[in-house]
């Protein structure tokens, strides 16, 4: 996942906050998620985030319709549309969006 945050410090600890505490609902540990090395452009700061895909599967057995129901065609897009409606939607200042997605968007990348 990419995210895009206009306050980086601020947000990537609300960010691991969340994980933790949905990652801890599967038993998992703070090993199973990480973000890579934060580049900033135009005010913005981008950074990848990888989430072990054994946790996702997990938390789709845990919340199941919740997470099955969300938009998406794959099991990757329905789990961050998930994320961002559950979680991401109460802070306008960050946004995830599947690396993939990005890069088969038709407009490119900006």
Same mark, same amino acid.
């Given at each position: 996942?990419?995210? $895009?945050?206009?306050?980086?410090?601020?947000?990537?600890?609300?960010? !691991?906050?969340?994980?933790?505490?949905?990652?801890?609902?599967?038993?998992?540990?703070?090993?199973?998620?990480?973000? !890579?090395?934060?580049?900033?452009?135009? !005010?913005?700061?981008?950074?990848?985030?990888?989430?072990?895909?054994?946790?996702?599967?997990?938390?789709?057995?845990?919340?199941?319709?919740?997470?099955?129901? $969300?938009?998406?065609?794959?099991?990757?897009?329905?789990?961050?549309?998930?994320?961002?409606?559950?979680?991401?939607?109460?802070?306008?200042?960050?946004?995830?969006?599947?690396?993939?997605?990005?890069?088969?968007?038709?407009? !490119?990348?900006?």
């Amino acid at each position: 996942m990419q995210v $895009a945050s206009s306050n980086y410090e601020r947000d990537a600890r609300y960010l !691991g906050t969340i994980l933790m505490q949905i990652i801890r609902t599967v038993h998992g540990k703070e090993s199973d998620f990480h973000f !890579g090395t934060p580049e900033n452009t135009f !005010g913005w700061t981008f950074c990848t985030l990888t989430v072990n895909r054994m946790i996702v599967q997990q938390l789709i057995q845990l919340f199941g319709n919740e997470i099955l129901k $969300a938009k998406g065609s794959s099991l990757d897009q329905k789990f961050v549309e998930w994320l961002k409606k559950r979680y991401i939607k109460k802070n306008p200042n960050i946004d995830i969006k599947l690396v993939s997605d990005l890069k088969s968007s038709r407009f !490119g990348l900006f």
